[in-house]
């Protein structure tokens, strides 16, 4: 990015957001790629009658334990629907990382007119966002800022492990996070 000249702040910024964008979706569409093959899996050897028998020797107990277990799975798996989930995601990258092409493609001169064209599209697609997780928005902010060579000072503060854990989930203490700097070289 540092061929972008000093007046193009604002083409850098959108640039940055964009890239963090395609993380952010990247990152969450494994995330329910993953949780749905979990889920898939689990309930599929809940199902087994070799695992019935297994556990038949352990005891009743577990043999309820294990398949109720099982049911819940299959039961989040399909209210979640963890596969639509990860496929909108995808959906969501492949359209982020078109722009940012686009945006490439255009140069570090582009005129205030396509920078508007760019801001306009970038909103268009965040209109099809489910709502923005900030923990792991924060994280792709950091990983993108080290990716790119901007200072730690750039970078939104340290995530504890709990955070970085629920990222994909929930927004952990999300209200301690501070403001992310635009990541603009000075």
């Known amino acids: 990015m540092s061929g972008f000249k000093e007046n193009n702040k604002e083409q850098i910024k959108l640039l940055f957001d964009v890239r963090r964008s395609v993380r952010?979706?990247?990152?969450?569409?494994?995330?329910?790629?993953?949780?749905?093959?979990?889920?898939?899996?689990?309930?599929i050897i809940g199902g087994l009658g070799t695992v019935t028998t297994l556990l038949a020797t352990a005891g009743e107990k577990w043999i309820l334990l294990y398949g109720s277990l099982a049911g819940i799975c299959s039961i989040i798996d399909l209210v979640i629907g963890t596969d639509e989930i990860a496929r909108l995601h995808a959906d969501l990258a492949v359209e982020f990382i078109t722009l940012e092409r686009q945006m490439i493609l255009a140069g570090d001169n582009i005129s205030v007119n396509q920078l508007a064209e760019f801001t306009d599209r970038r909103l268009e697609i965040e209109t099809k966002e489910p709502p923005v997780l900030r923990v792991l928005d924060a994280i792709c902010h950091n990983e993108l800022a080290t990716a790119m060579g901007y200072p730690e000072s750039e970078k939104s503060q340290k995530l504890s492990w709990l955070q970085k854990f629920l990222a994909p989930i929930c927004d952990f203490s999300a209200d301690s996070l501070r403001k992310q700097k635009d990541c603009l070289p000075d």
């Open 24 to 43: 952010y979706h990247t990152k969450l569409r494994h995330f329910y790629n993953r949780l749905g093959k979990f889920f898939k899996v689990f309930t």
